[in-house]
C-alpha cells in the first residue's frame, strides 16, 4: 500500500506544484461567473449547494478536463449519500467488526507469504489476503441506507467510467491531454511497465474529485457566515474586493490578503477534515502511552484548534490571527485543515488559491444575509447542519 501511495503520489505531484497553479486561475474564475450567473436578486438559498456546484465544476475541470456542471446537483447528492453513510457507521460494532476481520485477515495472510508455510502454500495464503482486501470496502450493507449506498456508488462509477472512456478513446485517436485523468491512465509501473487498472485510476478520480472540492466547498461556506455574522470584517473583506477594479486575476492574490486570512479562520473554527487518522507501521509511544504496531490514531483538529494555550479566545472569528507575525509565532502544527507530514493533502496550495479567488468573486457580485442560524454537523466531513441558508443580494458593478 505504501508503494502505491508513492508512486501515485510522485505522478501527480507536478500538477499541484505552486508554479503549476497560475494555470488553472482562469478556469476558477470562470466556474464561479457559471454558478453566479444562475443567482436571483432576493433569492433566499442554502450556500453550500452553491459553492458545492461551483468547487465540484472547478475540480472536473482543472484536474478532469470535464464539464460536470450540468451534473453538480445529481453527483453532489450521490457524494453525499456516500459520505453521510460513512459517517454514520464509521463508528458502529459492525464497522469495527469488519475492520478487524481485515486486519486480521491481512496480517494472517503476509505472515504466511513472508514464512512461506510448506503445509499452506504461498496460493493459499494469497488468497488469504486477497479476502482481506476485499474488506477495503462495505461488503454488505442492508436496509434503505444500503439501497441508497448502493445507487449512490453505482451513479458516481458511472460517470467516472463515461470519464475513462471517454479519455482512452481520445488517447487513442491521438489526442493525448495533459490533465491528471491522462496522466493516471498512461503512468506505468517502474518495474514492470504495467499501467492500473480500470478500478485502480477510478478509485483514485474518485478520492480526489471528493477531495478537490468538499474542503474548499465547505470553507466557503462557512466563510460567508461568519462574514455575515461579523459586519466589520465583512465590510473590510467587501472594500479589500472591491478595490481590484474587476474579478480578481491570478496576479490579483497578494492583493487579497484578508480574503485569505478570512478563509484559514474559517478552517480554523470549522475544519472540514476534522478528524485525521494515522496508523502506525511499527510499535511506538506516544506521550507515554505505548502503540503497539498498527495501531489506529486518530487526531481532531477542531479540538486543536480551539485550544485556549495555543489560539487565544479560540471561539472568537479574528481573520488577524492570520497575519504573518502571528503565524510565525505558533507551532506550525497548530493548524492542520489539510492534514501534516508526508502525507498531507496534495492540493492544500490549490484549495488556498480557489478559495481566495472564489470568494472574491462571489463578494465583488453578491451580498449575503443570513436567514436562519447555524451549526456544525460531524459527519464524513464538519459541514453547516443547514447549508448557511443566505438571502443574496446581486451588486450591479461594472465589469
Known amino acids: 500500500r505504501y508503494d502505491l501511495w508513492k508512486g501515485q503520489r510522485k505522478l501527480m505531484a507536478p500538477l499541484f506544484q505552486p508554479s503549476q497553479l497560475g494555470a488553472y486561475a482562469d478556469a476558477m474564475i470562470e466556474c464561479t461567473r457559471r454558478g453566479l450567473a444562475e443567482w436571483r436578486d432576493g433569492e433566499e438559498m442554502r450556500l453550500l449547494r452553491e459553492t458545492t456546484r461551483i468547487a465540484m465544476s472547478v475540480a472536473g475541470k482543472t484536474l478532469f478536463d470535464t464539464d460536470t456542471f450540468g451534473e453538480a446537483d445529481a453527483i453532489g447528492e450521490a457524494l453525499t449519500v456516500a459520505l453521510d453513510w460513512a459517517g ?57 441506507s444500503g439501497k441508497k449506498l448502493r445507487a449512490a456508488v453505482a451513479l458516481l462509477d458511472e460517470r467516472v467510467k463515461r470519464m475513462i472512456d471517454e479519455r482512452r478513446t481520445a488517447m487513442r485517436a491521438g489526442a493525448p491531454r495533459s490533465d491528471l ?155 492542520l485543515p489539510f492534514g501534516a507530514g508526508p502525507r498531507v493533502c496534495i492540493g492544500n496550495h490549490f484549495a488556498m488559491m480557489e478559495a481566495q479567488l472564489v470568494l472574491a468573486t462571489m463578494l465583488r457580485h453578491a451580498s449575503f444575509e443570513l436567514t436562519g442560524d447555524e451549526a456544525p454537523n460531524p459527519s464524513a466531513t464538519l459541514r453547516p447542519e443547514h447549508g448557511v441558508r443566505v438571502r443574496v443580494r446581486l451588486r450591479h458593478l461594472r465589469h
Not at 222 to 247: K, N, T
Open 88 to 144: 454514520e457507521n464509521a463508528p458502529s460494532n459492525t464497522a469495527i467488526a469488519h475492520l478487524m476481520t481485515r486486519r486480521l485477515l491481512m496480517q494472517a495472510g503476509r505472515a504466511l507469504l513472508e514464512k512461506e508455510e510448506r503445509f499452506l502454500g504461498t496460493s493459499r495464503a494469497r488468497a488469504i489476503v486477497d479476502l482481506g482486501e476485499r474488506f477495503e470496502r462495505p461488503v454488505f450493507v442492508p436496509g434503505e
Open 181 to 335: 485523468l491522462s496522466r493516471l491512465l498512461a503512468a506505468r509501473d517502474e518495474d514492470d511497465g504495467a499501467t492500473m487498472s480500470d478500478t485502480q485510476v477510478r478509485d483514485e478520480v474518485l478520492t480526489l474529485f471528493i477531495a478537490g472540492h468538499e474542503t474548499t466547498a465547505t470553507g466557503l461556506a462557512w466563510s460567508v457566515f461568519l462574514l455575515a455574522r461579523h459586519p466589520e470584517i465583512y465590510a473590510a473583506v467587501q472594500r479589500e474586493v472591491d478595490a481590484l477594479g474587476g474579478d480578481p486575476r491570478h496576479e490579483d492574490l497578494p492583493r487579497l490578503a484578508l480574503t485569505l486570512r478570512v478563509f484559514k479562520e474559517a478552517l480554523r473554527l470549522y475544519p472540514p477534515v476534522y478528524l485525521v487518522g494515522r496508523q502506525s507501521s511499527e510499535a511506538s509511544s506516544l506521550d507515554g502511552v505505548a502503540l503497539p504496531a498498527e495501531t489506529v490514531v486518530l487526531m481532531s483538529a477542531y479540538a486543536l484548534h480551539r485550544r485556549p494555550d495555543l489560539w487565544p479566545e479560540p471561539r472568537r472569528f479574528d481573520p488577524d490571527r492570520f497575519l504573518p507575525a502571528e503565524e510565525a509565532k505558533r507551532h506550525r502544527l497548530a493548524w
